[in-house]
């Protein structure tokens, strides 16, 4: 087996490693959780790293390359607030005034910051960098026509499942998310509606509307390839 056939086969392998754990991220109460969220941003930074091996560098003279530099720039910006809000101090005017309250209070000086809870504004980073790294990893496999169409039907696939099951649970009035009983009050007053794994309805929304925005770029692509 020659190098190059060697280094798509580990490419290949990578990528559908990256596809499962994109496919099971919802499975779990629709990723939500710093349980689940901690595994995943783990798992994805892991693939990340191994794409750098398998998966060629883009050309940063590419168009596509090109088109991301004022996203990444505004996207490492919103990163850089945040850290900034947990980490550094902050004047009265800017700071949240609970930690003046609470130094009044106790006759501590705790030291002012922007964010009200600093550990979780860190743990909002390390959410957004995770969702760097996802994206990061879906554009150096999509530099490939047929991996970036395998990828594409995945997730339409993917959603589709999780729509089901999501139709299937209304219909059967099981009316759970995953394990637990959905909120009696949330039933009552909304008279019923389909999440799937999501505890959030509205999530299950916009996860449905991403795989269905799939299925058509997917039946688009195939009609190109065989008009070709």
Known sequence: ????????????????????????????YGGAGPLAQALFVSLFALLAMATVFVADAPDPAEPAAQALRIPAVCYA???????????????????????????DTLGVDFGARVSVSPW???????????????FWTAFRFSRSARLAQRGVATLFYAGAAYAAWALVDHFAGWNRVLFEAKDPYALENLRGFASG???NRDHFAAFCGVGYFCGLADRKSTRLNSSH
């Open 197 to 199: 794994t999501f505890r």
């Open 77 to 103: 910006g919103a990163v850089a607030w945040a850290l900034f809000q947990a980490l550094a101090p902050a004047p009265e005017w800017l700071a949240a005034p609970v930690w003046r309250l609470a130094s």
């Open 1 to 28: 087996m020659s190098q190059a056939r060697a280094s798509s086969s580990l490419a290949s392998v990578v990528f559908a490693l990256y596809l499962a754990t994109l496919v099971a991220a919802p499975l779990w």
């Open 120 to 134: 979780r504004t860190l743990g909002g980073v390390a959410l957004l960098l995770g969702y760097a790294l996802v």
